[in-house]
Each structure stands twice: as C-alpha cells, then as structure tokens.
C-alpha cells in the first residue's frame, strides 16, 4: 500500500487533489481511497487530507501517520506545523514553491534524503498561468505523477476531465502536463548531478 | 457501475434508484452532501417523479416524512448527531405510527462538548424508539443497505435508520459499485402501503390509546423487529441473487473459526480491526471479528452463536453509556448469558479520536492475556483528566471543564481567550 498526505491551507483545493488522485489510482484499475482529517475547514486553516492506493481493497481507516509521500501546498507550513511528522526515510516530498530546498531552509533535511525523491515546484504559478487562478493541486498531482510514477499522467488528465469541463479542464490539462515536463526535467538534472 | 466516488454520492444515487417520492432535510454535517447530491437530482428532473421538500429544522423535517409517509409516498431523510436529537419526538411517533421512512444518520459525537466528528452516540440514543438500524462497514455496503432498507421497512411497515460513520465513510472516496436502475426495480417493488391517507377512502392515523390497548400496539412494533430477524438474511441473500455480492444480514463473522480472542464492533471501524487481525493471525494468534450489522433488532441468538466457541471476546465500541460503560457491550453480554465468556468493553474512538492500528494492537493482546479493565477508554490521555480532577479538588470555582481540557492540551479556546 502506497500512503500520501497533503498539506496546504483552506481554499488551496487540498481535498480535492486526493480525491483527483484516488480517481487516477481507479482509472488504472487500483484500489484507492481519499478522505480529508475533517476539520471545520476555513479559508486558510491548515488542512490535512490522505489518499491510500493498493492492488486490493483498502480497509484501513486510520488516518494516515508515516506516509510514502508529502505533497505540501504552502511552503509557509513549514513553520506552523510538522508537515514531515511520520515521513518514511525513502519517503517522496513534492513542495509547492519557485525556491530550491536548499533557499527556503530546508538544506539540511534535503541532505538526509534521497534527492531523487524531493522536488520542488511552482505550482501556484502554474495555476496563475494556465487557469487564472492561484490554486496550486492539479499542477501539484501531474508533478507528484512524475515524482514517483505511481500514476501516470494520462490518468491525472482523465481524473481532471471527470472534475471540470470546457475551459477550466482545459487550462488545468495544460498546467498538468508542464508542472509533469518541470519535474522530470528537475529529475534529470538531479540523476545527473 | 463501477466508480470512484464519495460516500455521501455514492448514497444519494442509491437513494435515487429506490424513487423516492418525498425527500425532505434540514443540512448538518456530515450528512449534507447526500441530501445536497438529492436535491439537485431532483432539480435537474433525474429524479422525477420525485419532490423535495426544504423544511425549517430536523423536527419539520421528520414531521414531514410522516405525513407523507402517511399519504402513501415512499419517504426519506437524512441527519445527524444534534438534528436526530432535535426531532426526537417525531422519530418515535414515525415508528409508534408504523411508517417505513428510511432515514440516513451519518453518525456524529453529540455536545456538548459540541463536536462535529464521527461516533456512534446519535444513533445508539434512539436505539429504543422502534426505528430499525442497520450498520454500513464500508460505502458498498452503505449504498446496498439502503437499498435492502426500503424493501424491509415496507414489508414489515416500521422505519429504519441506514448507519454510516460520519466523514470517515460520508466524506471518504472510494470504489463503489452503484447498481443498474433494472437491478433495483427487480429487487425493490413499489411501496404498496399497509396504511393511507386517501380522501376517497378516509381513515385516520394515529389514535390516542389508552391502557387497554396501549401495550399491544408496543408489542407489535416489537414483534415486528422479531419478524425482521427473519427476514433481514433472507434479504441480504435475495440481494445477492440480484446484484451478486454479499451485503446486509444480522452479523458477519472474519476469521472466526478457532478463534480464542473474538473482536465485536459496528461500522467503519471493522477494517482497521481486520487488517490488525490478519497481521495478530501472521503471528499466530487466536483471534477473529464478529460485526455487528443489524443493531435493531438485535440479534441475540447469532451473536451468541458466533462467540460461543471463543474463549472471550472484547467489544470494541464507538459510544459509552455514561456511569455504565458500552452500549453495545451491554447487548452483546446479553446474548452470551451463562456462557461463562469472560467479556471486555473498549470505549474509542468518541468524537473523532482516531483509532489506528497501533492502539488496536496492544489492546487485543491485552485482552488475548484477560489483562484488561471491564471498561477500557482507549488512548485516553489520563494526564489531562488527572490534572482536571486535581484541579477541582484544589478549587472550588475549577470553571469550564472542556475549556479547561483544551487549554491543559496546548490549544487555545475561544470561550476562555475569547
């Protein structure tokens, strides 16, 4: 079983990005499982949502404490909360900012790591781009899709076109497909490296 | 169909297949999403013949299901935690009357202190009220026990309340096999009531009845709930004919054969306890799961049944019967009377205390060693009630005990901060 846990704030679309996900994990005949940590979610509030996927039904419904992957919406958490609380060692981080790990104070902890498994990524910015708007989730799927293969991107686009249509699935593909090009791109360069 | 999608969804299109006639609902959460998915559908006119009612409170709410349950229209409504306290009354008269309304509670902590997340006190309040309940494990079965609701509520005339844990299932995204339209009309016949408000043929419905006949009437709702033990299995296997999975029934046993160490709960929370189990069962542990689907009626004989070979079992339950213990616990050690079966009850998981495996772990070995309370309250944070209780005895005026609480735990409280 795969566990990822998303960061981020109200408003940032965090819940949505799982259950988009759980969707991809179906589309490619997996089992999946979405839920948020259910808080009485305001704009801005730290929120916390899971998404498991497995080979076989899922019947666990703790929440999840030592994921596979963190995919952290605002990189301003960073300071409220322990976004890497439970992290497995060979654990993916996929953080939303146009920084480095190593300019936004987190060199350290990226030297402990796996490079190979922590990325960086404008996503706001992306979503600015390409959908007009400053919500960083799909950008942040399509580039966790790259990040760890455990989905494909084809299926992000059909979990997007189950969840918006005309212009905004649009403008959420293209964001998609370039915050998936910027990862494997940033990827290359770390292999290389 | 097979489909990714959220629980609260997954149900309102179950719902919709059953042609509903009257929807009313007030919203709280975490029930919303279903009646908000309904009320579309009939706005956009999927679901026709079909109205929905807004109405002003749960009360209004269950008042209207009665008469139009009452007027011969397969009726239905949802709620949760306050808002099934709220309409009380009229939840007991809808069973005293004998109305089939099938009703969703997305089960929720009542206040105070007042809490929004999953646990099984609304429903378990009401378990006398003659409603039936039926306990949905994962959003499948959710989705099938609704279906296999209305059928039984209108054979036997008596309401039904379809459980599902708050959030945990409501709000959960997961695979769900929602039936063909052709699969519910073959299974679900239409409501053919035993009792109607009909101006050509006038009768009247609810009667003040006195001690003369006040028992009988009780009685019959009762006997009722007995029949219903009857006919629940017979459903769940009518279903499976049908839509060719097993869904319903009275209990279900997992990994019971031989098993020393018997867990019992409802809902949700029979997943984690089966995963916990199959890793005890790597390690070669006695131990197996009995859930419990049908809380009313209650199946006495079939839980007895089911632990009777065991050598104690421990009820793992999401309410607590204050100054008593478990709820559930009670009734199960009502079914194993004189078995001379030593059982445990385990409180978890109130008011959205997560309930991870790791607790599980440690509390079934304790109860595998008999080394466990009669009441467990698991993962209780005995520190910050022991400082509670040390600080009344210390003042008189020790103030609000959740204020306090919250404080002692590090988080701010608006009654106290402001």
């Not at chain 1, 960073?78 to 300019?103: C, M, R, S, W």
């Not at chain 2, 003040?208 to 028992?215: D, I, S, T, Y």
């Not at chain 2, 194993?336 to 409180?347: C, D, H, N, W």
């Amino acid at each position: 079983m795969f566990q990822i846990r998303i960061h981020g704030r109200g408003g940032q679309g965090v819940v949505t990005a799982t259950e988009m996900l759980s969707v991809a994990a179906f589309e490619e005949g997996r089992h999946a499982q979405a839920f948020p940590s259910f808080g009485s979610e305001r704009t801005g509030a730290p929120v916390v949502a899971f998404c498991r996927i497995d080979d076989k039904e899922i019947r666990l419904r703790e929440p999840i404490m030592e994921p596979d992957a963190l995919i952290i919406q605002d990189p301003t958490l960073l300071h409220q909360i322990d976004v890497f609380a439970g992290l497995k060692p060979d654990g993916y981080v996929l953080l939303n900012t146009h920084h480095t790990f190593e300019t936004i104070g987190l060199g350290d902890f990226a030297k402990e790591r796996d490079r190979g498994r922590l990325c960086t990524l404008p996503a706001t910015q992306l979503g600015l781009k390409h959908v007009g708007r400053p919500i960083p989730n799909v950008p942040l799927i399509a580039g966790f899709a790259a990040l760890s293969d455990m989905i494909q991107l084809a299926s992000v686009i059909k979990a997007i076109n189950e969840k918006f249509s005309g212009k905004v699935a649009e403008g959420n593909i293209a964001a998609a497909a370039e915050a998936y090009a910027l990862v494997k791109e940033q990827m290359k360069e770390h292999a290389h490296a | 169909m097979l489909k990714q999608t959220e629980g609260s969804k997954a149900v309102a299109e179950a719902i919709a297949l059953c042609r509903p006639e009257v929807i009313c609902a007030y919203p709280i959460s975490p029930q919303t999403h279903i009646v908000e998915a309904l009320g579309e559908m009939v706005k956009a006119g999927e679901l026709a013949p079909c109205e929905f009612i807004n109405v002003e409170s749960e009360f209004a709410a269950m008042s209207v299901a009665i008469g139009s349950s009452a007027a011969g229209a397969r009726s239905y409504t949802a709620t949760a935690s306050q808002g099934l306290l709220f309409m009380v009354e009229a939840v007991y008269n809808a069973a005293g009357l004998g109305l089939p309304i099938v009703m969703t509670v997305a089960n929720r902590a009542i206040g105070a202190p007042i809490n929004i997340w999953n646990d099984h006190s609304d429903s378990l309040s009401q378990r006398d009220s003659g409603w039936m309940q039926l306990f949905a494990e994962t959003n499948q079965e959710a989705v099938d026990l609704h279906i296999q609701a209305f059928r039984l509520a209108e054979e036997l005339s008596m309401p039904i309340m379809v459980c599902m844990d708050g959030f945990i299932l409501t709000h959960a995204f997961e695979r769900v096999d929602i039936p063909a339209q052709e699969q519910v009309d073959a299974y679900l016949p239409p409501f053919d009531p035993r009792q109607v408000l009909d101006p050509a043929e006038p009768v009247s419905i609810g009667a003040m009845v006195g001690p003369e006949a006040f028992m009988e009437v009780k009685y019959l709702a009762h006997a009722k709930q007995m029949q219903a033990l009857e006919r629940i299995p017979q459903l769940a296997d009518e279903f499976k004919k049908i839509f060719g999975r097993d869904s319903g029934g009275l209990v279900r046993t997992y990994r019971a054969d031989d098993a020393e160490t018997m867990i019992v709960a409802m809902g949700s929370v029979l997943g984690t306890i089966k995963d916990v189990v199959d890793e005890m069962r790597a390690e070669g542990h006695k131990i197996g799961v009995l859930g419990i689907i049908s809380f009313r009626p209650f199946p006495l004989e079939q839980v007895r049944a089911a632990l009777i070979k065991s050598k104690r079992f421990i009820v793992l339950e999401k309410s607590l019967a204050v100054g008593m213990g478990g709820i559930v616990a009670t009734n199960v050690r009502m079914a194993v009377t004189g078995s001379g079966l030593r059982g445990f009850t385990a409180i978890a998981g109130l008011g959205g205390r997560a309930i991870p495996k790791s607790s599980l772990h440690k509390l079934f070995r304790q109860a595998e060693q008999e080394k466990l309370e009669p009441v467990t309250f698991v993962d209780l944070d005995w520190d910050v009630v022991n400082k509670q209780l040390e600080r009344e005895k210390q003042n008189r005026r020790s103030g609000p005990i959740a204020e306090n609480i919250l404080f002692d735990k590090g988080m701010s409280s608006s009654a106290k901060f402001g």
